[in-house]
């Protein structure tokens, strides 16, 4: 592999986006964690769920800061590698970055207003209201970002003039046809990992030391949340597959080692490829392909074969889509069996092994994420405009992107050590319990309730 210009172009975009992703999908879902939480605390006049808001906003600020300055990141590098990228189509995508900046400048007044409000409201709920606006900010915010995303897969809202985009229709671009799939699939999945990380936290301090009522709850709560976001990301999914058979079909057939064009096509869930093309030691789902790609067990899927072998995404992405659904499921399927432990008596939820498989969950989910993102990105080569622009084509000549790559890596590896530091100090030396007894004394000595 020659590492060329455009290579360490795309090298340092990934990385990029590989560290910028943990914090985007926190800085999405956490708020509305945050907010259901502290909704419940004051609805069941419950300490130990205002405490939960209270914790997990402190965290919160932390993790946009980190993603203040990656976000920052990104569009410096639109500019500086992608220069002919942003020359050819900078005009179009130009008010969905504006708004997302907007929308993260929304969000953070109102953080900080929400930060330093606590406790100043003789009626609570006028704090929970303050919430809102931090929660329709971040979503916000991953929408207009994830618009660009859309229209780099389905552009529209302009006329070509030989190189040049003329006729321009913003709001077009915006909402072009991938923009719902994507968007859904986004939010969805963002409050799915958050709420899979937070409960991963609660079940890890539950089998470190005795399980409080602040930790049970805390644990109960992101579980139900797991599940709820877990179906939805699921219907997203679906949705998403659905989106790509008809308007990327090239996609999904690459995604999943589908070749020829034929009806009752199979599922193929990972396995291998000969030299022939030809797959082996895999699984397969009969007919559920053409029941992913519309609806139907005998439908017609469109196979790789239709399509240019110089158009066509690397075949590798079959791994990341599998290990996406995968970990998608597992989801879905842990948030489950807690569930249903904790009605029937006869089991326990907090058992040692199923709190274990929820902690697995944690870090599974955020790989879900990066996988999924990835199986996004390089299934949509070799084009950075879908059917105008090619990647190599968008690229910076610039010879100095490797010192630039190396400059970032150790920014992301500060960042990235700082921002767990911070935040083992800022919870390991001032436990849960610790604080609900001196915050709420007499709510702490009736085991959690006003």
Known sequence: MELDSAMMSRMLTSLTLVFHIIFATVGVGIPVMISIAEF???????????????????????????????????????????????QFAGNVIALPLFMETFAFFFEAI??????????????????????????IGATMSAFFITTVNAFMNTPQGFDLEGRTLTNVDPLAAMFNPATPTK??????????????????????????????????????LTMIATFIFAITTAIAGDLSAKFLANEQPEKLAAAEWHFETEKNADLILFGTLNEDNEVENALRLPNALSFLAHGSFDSEVTGLN????????????????????????????????????????????????????????????????????????VGRQPWILRGFMKVAEGATTSPHVGWMFILFLGLYIVLGGGAISVLRKMFKNNPAELELEKRYPDVAKRGGQK
């Open 183 to 220: 968007v859904f699939h986004v939010v969805s999945s963002s409050y799915l990992t958050s709420a899979a990380i937070l409960a991963a936290i609660a079940a890890f301090a539950i089998l470190k030391k005795n399980a409080s009522d602040y930790h049970k709850k805390a644990l109960k």
């Open 40 to 86: 419940i605390g004051i609805k069941k006049k419950d300490a130990n769920y205002t405490l939960l808001a209270r914790r997990w906003t402190r965290g919160f600020t932390i993790t946009v800061a980190v993603g203040v300055v990656t976000g920052t990141a990104i569009g410096l590098q639109l500019s500086l590698l992608w220069p002919k990228f942003m």
């Open 306 to 377: 239709e399509f240019p072998e110089d158009e066509t995404p690397p075949l590798w992405i079959h791994y990341m889509f599998d290990l996406m659904v995968m970990l998608g499921m597992y989801a879905l399927g842990v948030s489950f069996l807690y569930l249903l432990f904790s009605k029937l008596k006869k089991w326990n939820e907090n058992n040692k092994w199923l709190l274990w498989l929820i902690v697995i969950n944690g870090p599974g989910a955020m790989l879900a994420i990066e996988f999924g993102w990835i199986f996004a990105e």
């Open 110 to 135: 109102f953080l900080g207003i929400y930060l330093y409000t606590w406790d100043r409201f003789k009626n609570p709920i006028y704090h929970w209201l303050l919430s809102i606006p931090v929660v």
